[in-house]
């Protein structure tokens, strides 16, 4: 039984510039999930909770 659930892999997208596709990579990049990298930019807010999540994230994918 894992302790934590599986991080997810690179997202499955194609290169063709569509703005899913786009957003999918910018998240997954920063370590958010889709809806939260949406959210941020469409609220041009990012508070320090949610810098924490995703530096904690991206931390956590590379430490394994």
Same mark, same amino acid.
Request: aromatic share 10%; glycine share 6%; with cysteine.
């Given at each position: 039984?894992?302790?934590? %659930?599986?991080?997810?892999?690179?997202? *499955?997208? #194609?290169?063709?510039?569509?703005?899913?596709?786009? %957003?999918?990579?910018? *998240?997954?990049?920063?370590? *958010?999930?889709?809806?939260?990298?949406?959210?941020?930019? &469409?609220?041009?807010?990012?508070?320090?909770?949610? &810098?924490? #999540?995703?530096?904690?994230? &991206?931390?956590?994918?590379?430490?394994?």
């Amino acid at each position: 039984m894992h302790l934590f %659930a599986p991080l997810p892999g690179r997202p *499955a997208c #194609k290169i063709d510039g569509t703005p899913e596709d786009d %957003a999918a990579v910018d *998240a997954w990049s920063e370590g *958010a999930t889709v809806d939260e990298w949406l959210e941020s930019e &469409r609220t041009g807010v990012v508070t320090l909770s949610m &810098r924490v #999540k995703w530096w904690w994230r &991206r931390t956590r994918r590379v430490l394994r």
